[in-house]
Structure formats: structure tokens, C-alpha cells
């Protein structure tokens, strides 16, 4: 395991390029397994979540091969329709490949799926929404020797999926990426209402076009999928990281620097921008050169909604404020002056990490699990803190690079499986932040 040893309260400078959308990437693996020939894709992130993704997909016979800027892979043959419990219980994302299996084999065997550990995200929809495309599905419960109660799922299609209407009982962004790439692949037409549209779906509902399925409604909440039985190669350009750009704009907020973010269009962060110029942050947009400034300004400053009522911020499915940057939006509050309310609706451990700001000496009331009152300025000192998931790990080093002193954030594989290098990258831009492992030996990349 290894640990970042940040000092902080040190401004910044310069460019940072977003790279791919992590959580389009990792839908366009389990696609990739709907056709035998070759699928080719651009501008992916170099992250451990991406990485386990590819070790599935070779595991159940996809020939992988990755250079500078592409990955490449080829599921001539698919050899087992099982996924191995230890690479299924380290990533949520697992599940999308019981859509493209059922569709090759007309069966799939799936370990609880693992993922950050942010509150109960439940399965129901999944299962509901193969189960209307034809598939059957039992849950067994098995007990390893010295080991906890592990569920499996093995669903079953003999007869191959089949189009159908389907109505999502949660506008999932999972469920909607399983129901369209099972649908890509199933006789007749689907009909999915209640669909998750953020931009990566959008993005998955583009390949699957490019392989020869025909869906209409890309970017609303109800999709009609017509689907292919003879699903072709593909390459493929992912979007950039918008959540990654909102983590950047977050970290120059935080530490008072101008930072310009490149690769990136601001057209798809409309809500992001309005929110975070809600705690005083101004940004400069450039949609025509993909590119967002953050100006170096003095003192954020909240602002209060009409009548001087105190401001709430919320998320919402798309397109709402993203679940994913309510971690960072938290950080960038306790550094503006004024009070506001973060309820966070969709998941009841996200806030869990609030417990370490206190400890920096942010002034923060955790009202429940989705709700905590933030009241700012707080100048935040050191600390030695653990990165309990991705995004509020990556909020945790804003917070260390804002505060005064030597911070140690341990755990960073939690920021590893979301943030290509993001320790070389702040270096650049000036931050000083050491990778070591908890043995003590500082480098630079592990």
C-alpha cells in the first residue's frame, strides 16, 4: 500500500489535460465482448478501475492489447461465462458484463460486485431489466471456509434475449448501460423508459450505433433500441472526464490558483458551473477550444438565494448536479465564506468522510447521513487522513493542498482507480506531494 505526503497551503499554475470519462470507459470493455471483431478505443484513462475491467474481459477470453492513447480488444471466443469472485468483488462495474455474456453465451455467472464503499446501491434493477429481455436469474448464497457469506448470480437466457419494453423502476446509470448493451444484441425493439441519459451513457449508446445497433433518444430518459444480430467492430473516441474537470475546478477553488483545464467542453458541465459559482467560484469557458479557466480571485464568497435564505445544493440524475462531485463541492464550501446545506440524496455513506474535514478544522454539521450544514471560512491545518472511496479520496488531497502543514493521505489506491497519475499531475502544477509506500521509501510513481 502506498500513501501521498501533501504540504500544503501552496499556490498553483498552469494546464491540466482531462483524460477519458472513467465511467464511460468501463462499459465500452463489456460492450466490446458483444461482437468477435476487433474494437478499438481512444483516450482512455490509465486507472486501476479501467485496468480490472480489461483483466475480466481477458479472463473470459478477450485478446487485450493496449498502446500509447488506444486499447484494443478482440473477443473472438468467449471461454467462460463465470467471473472470478476476487475481480468481481473490486469493481461495481463488473455487472454490465452479465448483458454482453447472456448475449454470447446465453449465460452469465457474476459475484456480488464490489465498488466504493458509499452506502447500499441495490441490484433489483438489473435483474428486473434482464428479466424482461428474457433471461432468468437465481441467487445463491455461498460460504467459503474462513471467509464472509459471498451472493452469486447466474442468469440464463436458452433462448436469447428478446426486445421489450422496459421501464427502469431507478433512473440507474448501471441499469440503463446494462439494459442498452443487452438490448444492442436482442431481437426486435426495446423500448427503456426512465433512462439514466448522463453524457457517458450517451457516449455507450454511440458505440453501440457504430456496431450496428439503431437507438433513438440518445440523451433523453427514454431510449428505443433496435437490435443487431450480427454486432460489428468498432473504434471509438472517449468523451473527456467531466467529473474529473469539476475535481480540477474544485482544486483551484480550494488553493486560490488559476488553473486552465483542457480536453474538455464546458457544454457538459452547465449544472456543475452554475453550482459551483453558487459558493463564488467564477470560471471562464471556452466550449470552442475545449477548455475551462479558473481564474486566481481573493476570497470566495457563498450566495444566499433570494431573500438571504441560505443556499442547498442537491444532486440529481442528469441533468442535475452530479452524486460524483458532491465530495469536492463540500471541500471548496469550508473555504467560502457564508453557510450553506449539502444533502446528498442518492447515497447514505457518501458524507461518511466529513469526520477527517473536522479534523483539519473545517466547521461542518453532519445533520444525518445525507445532510451536513457547512459553514466557511475554515483555515484547515494537517492531518493524517485514509481515502475511504474515489471521489471523496480525491477531496481529501484538495483539502490537504489547501490546508497549512504536512498532510498523509493513506489509502490512495481509492484515488488511483479514478485519477490517471493525479500526483505527477499536481506536481506540474506545483504542487508538492510525494508518493511512498507506508514502508517509509519515497518515489515518485509506484
Known amino acids: 500500500m502506498s500513501e501521498f505526503v501533501v504540504e500544503g497551503r501552496h499556490t498553483l499554475s498552469g494546464s491540466v489535460n482531462v483524460t477519458g470519462n472513467k465511467n464511460e470507459a468501463l462499459p465500452l470493455v463489456a460492450a466490446a465482448l458483444l461482437t468477435d471483431k476487433p474494437v478499438t478505443l481512444h483516450n482512455i484513462p ?41 475481480l468481481s468483488g473490486r469493481i461495481r462495474a463488473s455487472i454490465l458484463f452479465a448483458s454482453a455474456l447472456l448475449a454470447r453465451t446465453g449465460k452469465a455467472v457474476i459475484p456480488q460486485p464490489g465498488g466504493d464503499a458509499i452506502g447500499r446501491r441495490r441490484l433489483d434493477t438489473h435483474f428486473l431489466v434482464l428479466e424482461a429481455l428474457g433471461a432468468r436469474v437465481k441467487v445463491a448464497r455461498t ?9 452469486v448470480f447466474t442468469l440464463s437466457a436458452p433462448r436469447g434475449l428478446r426486445g421489450a419494453p422496459i421501464l427502469l423502476d431507478e433512473a440507474s446509470v448501471t441499469a440503463t448501460e446494462n439494459a442498452v448493451i443487452a438490448a444492442a444484441a436482442a431481437r426486435g425493439k426495446s423500448e427503456i423508459a ?3 441519459s448522463e453524457p457517458h451513457v450517451q457516449g455507450l449508446c454511440r458505440f453501440l450505433c457504430k456496431a450496428g445497433a439503431h437507438i433513438t433518444g440518445i440523451g433523453s430518459n427514454m431510449l428505443t433500441v433496435e437490435g443487431t444480430d450480427a454486432p ?21 477553488a480550494a488553493t486560490g490558483s488559476e488553473i486552465e483545464i483542457t480536453n474538455i467542453d464546458p457544454r457538459t458541465m452547465r449544472m456543475i458551473l452554475f453550482q459551483f459559482s453558487r459558493v463564488g467560484v467564477a470560471v471562464e469557458p471556452d466550449p470552442e477550444r475545449r477548455r475551462i479557466k479558473v481564474p486566481a480571485r481573493g476570497q470566495l464568497t457563498m450566495r444566499t438565494d433570494l431573500g438571504g435564505a441560505i443556499a ?15 465530495s469536492i463541492l463540500l471541500v471548496v464550501a469550508t473555504q467560502s465564506k457564508g453557510t450553506c446545506l449539502i444533502h446528498e440524496k442518492m447515497f447514505e455513506a457518501r458524507l461518511f468522510f466529513v469526520d477527517k474535514l473536522l479534523a483539519m478544522g473545517a466547521r461542518i454539521v453532519l445533520c444525518d447521513p445525507h445532510r451536513a ?3 466557511g471560512p475554515s483555515p484547515l491545518h494537517a492531518s493524517t487522513l485514509s481515502s475511504p472511496d474515489i471521489r471523496a479520496g480525491m477531496a481529501l488531497l484538495i483539502a490537504s493542498l489547501a490546508a497549512e502543514g504536512e498532510s498523509v493521505i493513506q489509502n490512495i489506491g481509492q484515488i488511483d482507480r479514478g485519477y490517471e497519475n493525479i500526483d505527477g499531475r499536481l506536481r506540474a502544477l506545483g504542487a508538492r506531494i510525494t508518493r511512498r509506500s507506508n514502508r517509509g521509501d519515497c518515489h515518485d510513481h509506484c
Not at 234 to 252: N, P, Q, R, T, W
Open 46 to 86: 490509465d486507472i486501476e478501475d479501467f485496468r480490472t475491467m480489461l483483466r475480466i474481459a481477458r479472463h473470459l477470453g478477450a485478446h487485450v492489447s493496449r498502446e500509447e492513447g488506444q486499447t484494443r480488444i478482440t473477443a473472438e471466443r468467449i471461454t467462460t461465462s463465470t467471473i472470478p469472485l476476487e
Open 143 to 151: 460460504h467459503p471456509r474462513g471467509g464472509s457469506t459471498r451472493t
Open 194 to 196: 426512465n433512462a439514466a
Open 232 to 252: 460489428g467492430g468498432v473504434e471509438h473516441v472517449v468523451s473527456g472526464d467531466y467529473i474529473e474537470a469539476g475535481s480540477f475546478i474544485g482544486l483551484a
Open 312 to 326: 442547498a445544493f442537491e444532486d440529481s440524475p442528469w441533468p442535475g448536479f452530479p452524486a460524483d462531485l458532491v
Open 373 to 375: 450544514v457547512v459553514v
